[in-house]
């Protein structure tokens, strides 16, 4: 028995790339018996993988991919409510007094047509939540989120007698319109199940090698504002402008005029973007029109910074049209929309114990600190409630490193996250993500 399950695990832990460090003095011997477990495991991962990505659903459309979680729980004796924020399932894993862990993985799609060519790349086409046909493709790896969380339930529900307390299993709907976390938490995520004292969640990357770990301390992901404007003039005929109050120029002004924000507004190093992301208005050449739409998205690592972005915009939008003589009734209208999200930040604590957590279970070099990057993260939310709830989010390598060595040799990058072209390959980033959601899990309720 020791034999096979000795081999086994350095089986797991070549698969892996990992060299046995200083390790606390418990952690072998726990890091053995959860390696033999994923390695176990493995084969019905990857196809359980294979199966989700084939299928993918978009946001608030994820019926079948819950169905799929909220069964593969229950297979494991755990309670599992679904409906919870429209499509998301909430699974309680009970053993024990002792602290609470939120795990969360979220499971949309993207309307995004693949094309990787891999022999398990999906070619669905499946309706969004407007009801319209779209191509879709698990472009953001959320597939390998839902089967790393289902690998984990399975590692964690055979190895009660490591720890104590409760796991919240979340399966989270429509991150990729930063919806989901809000539906979940006001459909009483934290009040109807066990709130937690830490929530974690992990990303892959497809442009990070496969068999690492990344983790920012501090704010890992920007905040997002998604802000409309229209621009409003009087329209008239295209040959007599004076009669008119056109709003293509005045749009035009702005869009240029908002370009300052970032340059000659925001301090310097400080960071910060403004895209001006369609812009649409007027029907006939000859006609100048009532009014432009303008579409943008916003990012900022700081609350305050982000206020001061948005207060800019209005500003601007208000006294470039006042400055064209637009009536003081048809000044531009901005609208933040409910498509935004907050900073992510990382509890500093939480940050500092599990990334030392997984310097002991893997190998140090695959364990970096990395810089933040400006996408979002609705998981944000999971720490912003009244109850202050302590977050965690890293990064796990999705990428082939052979591809990855390549491009790095040539200077190029891979294909990123929501890429048509975008690679995410299932050994060993599935066994990193179980391995490392259930190594955090036992430091925090692990045994003593
Ligand atoms: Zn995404
Ligand atoms: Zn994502």
Not at 61 to 78: D, S, V
Not at 409 to 422: E, T, Y
């Amino acid at each position: 028995m020791k034999i096979v399950s000795s081999r086994l695990v350095r089986l797991a832990l070549s698969g892996l790339a990992l060299v046995v460090s200083a390790l606390p003095a418990a952690v072998p011997e726990l890091r053995g018996v959860v390696a033999a477990k994923v390695e176990a495991e493995y084969p019905a991962l990857e196809a359980l993988f294979k199966q989700l990505h084939a299928s993918p659903e978009l946001s608030f459309m994820e019926t079948k991919t819950a169905a799929l979680i909220a069964k593969e729980l229950r297979a494991l004796g755990i309670e599992v409510t679904e409906k919870v924020g429209n499509t998301g399932v909430v699974g309680v894993l009970r053993n024990g007094a002792g602290p609470t862990v939120l795990v969360r993985a979220d499971m949309d799609g993207l309307p995004v047509k693949e094309m990787t060519g891999l022999p398990w790349a999906s070619t669905a086409v499946v309706k969004d939540l407007a009801g319209k046909d779209q191509p879709a493709m698990q472009a953001c790896g959320h597939d390998l989120h839902v089967t790393g969380m289902i690998g984990t339930a399975r590692t964690l529900a055979a190895l009660k007698d490591q720890w104590k307390g409760t796991i919240v299993f979340v399966a989270q709907p429509a991150e990729e319109i930063v919806a989901g976390a809000r539906a979940m938490l006001s459909d009483g995520l934290y009040t109807r199940f066990p709130k937690p004292d830490h929530a974690l969640a992990l990303h892959v990357s497809a442009m990070q090698p496969a068999g690492t770990i990344g983790y920012v301390e501090g704010t890992p992901y920007a905040g997002v504002n998604s802000v409309d404007i229209v621009v409003r003039g009087v329209g008239g005929h295209g040959s007599a402008p004076h009669n008119t109050k056109d709003p293509v120029v005045i749009a035009s002004q702005i869009v240029l005029a908002l370009q300052t924000i970032v340059s000659r507004e925001t301090k310097p190093g400080t960071p910060a973007v403004v895209t001006v992301g369609t812009i649409h208005g007027g029907t006939k050449r000859n006609i100048i029109s009532e009014e432009v739409k303008l579409e943008l998205t916003l990012r900022a690592f700081e609350d305050k910074v982000m206020e001061r972005l948005v207060t800019a915009i209005r500003r601007i939008c208000e006294g470039t049209a006042r400055a064209a003589g637009v009536p003081e009734d048809r000044l531009p209208v901005v609208t933040v929309t409910p498509e935004s999200t907050p900073v992510t930040t990382n509890d500093p604590a939480l940050t500092h114990r599990l990334s030392g957590a997984f310097r002991a279970w893997f190998d140090e070099k695959g364990v970096k600190s990395q810089p933040p990057i400006t996408g979002g993260e609705d998981f944000s939310e999971f720490g912003r409630t009244v109850h202050r709830v302590p977050i965690f989010i890293w990064s796990v390598g999705a990428a082939d490193p052979q591809k990855y060595a390549d491009a790095e040799k040539r200077g190029a990058v891979l294909p990123s996250n929501h890429s048509p072209l975008a690679e995410f390959v299932p050994d060993p980033t599935l066994k990193v993500c179980v391995t490392s959601m259930s190594a955090a899990v036992l430091e925090l309720l692990g045994k003593k």
